[in-house]
């Protein structure tokens, strides 16, 4: 009897290590936010920490997060293989310099919406030339759109598999849209995923005329070749300022197909096929 649980065990140990190896995470994702600047802003970030330890469990990917940017440093990367920036940027020399480090020693960090944008003069200068000029690409911010709208969007590169399960359009959550100082499609480095298609105009509704966009061509979601990475415009919620309840109008994530894009790119990103 003893001898036939010897064998017995010596037959499953090799499927109980496999399943162990199986619940294992294939990848440890680190969130980095700051939450004080715009509800909207802050709305997005509340979403995304709710959300993405949900789809890190059924896709098999650990998600953390922390509004410390002092944990922007080496031996905190070391444990992570995908950085996300929820809302801004770190600002300190040594945060800034670790980060890149990071991305040249292979890394990989999508970023949302306002975690591109630089402008000066304002709060966010434009005093990061490596950030926003050559590894996003897009220079200063702009101009925007008012208010929050859904828009059409095109998926410009299909093979990508950020994009590959994508419908060739699609329809996004509510967001503010962003325009950029730098022609994107100039840049050879840059690969532009997703863009506004012209059936989304006129985009946005006012009250300023300027922020209602009635042709141009604008990406919404690329990555740059050199590293391994995606930026995606998106992550605005519309929120009642008007009435001053400051009520959440819209959720980012709210959109299945929308949210196949993110879940995607970010399984890329943490090297699974």
Do not use: C
């Not at 294992?24 to 715009?38: L, Q």
């Not at 944990?71 to 300190?92: G, H, I, K, W």
């Amino acid at each position: 009897m003893k001898h036939s649980i010897k064998i017995l065990l010596l037959v499953l140990f090799p499927f109980f290590t496999i399943a162990q190896q199986n619940n294992s995470p294939a990848f440890k994702v680190i969130a980095f936010y700051t939450a004080i600047n715009d509800a909207a802003h802050i709305s997005f970030v509340h979403e995304a920490n709710k959300w993405f330890p949900v789809f890190g469990k059924q896709n098999n990917f650990t998600y953390d997060s922390t509004n410390d940017w002092n944990n922007l440093n080496p031996a905190f990367l070391s444990n992570y293989q995908v950085v996300l920036f929820l809302d801004t940027r770190p600002e300190a020399p040594e945060q800034r310099n670790a980060f890149k480090k990071y991305m040249e020693n292979g890394g990989a960090w999508m970023g949302f919406h306002f975690a591109g944008f630089a402008l000066t003069p304002s709060t966010f200068n434009q005093d990061w030339d490596w950030y926003h000029n050559e590894f996003i690409g897009a220079g200063q911010y702009k101009s925007n759109t008012w208010r929050p709208t859904s828009a059409i969007l095109r998926v410009e590169d299909s093979t990508h598999p950020s994009t590959k399960h994508l419908p060739r359009i699609f329809k996004s959550s509510p967001n503010e849209w962003y325009r950029w100082e730098k022609d994107l499609t100039k840049n050879p480095d840059i690969d532009i995923l997703l863009s506004i298609d012209s059936s989304s105009f006129p985009l946005g509704t006012g009250p300023k005329l300027y922020e209602i966009w009635h042709s141009g061509y604008y990406p919404v979601a690329w990555r740059n070749k050199k590293y391994k990475m995606i930026y995606d415009n998106m992550g605005h919620n519309d929120i009642d300022y008007e009435h001053g309840t400051n009520k959440e109008l819209s959720f980012q994530f709210d959109n299945e197909i929308q949210n196949r894009f993110i879940i995607d790119a970010l399984l890329w990103l943490g090297g699974r096929k």
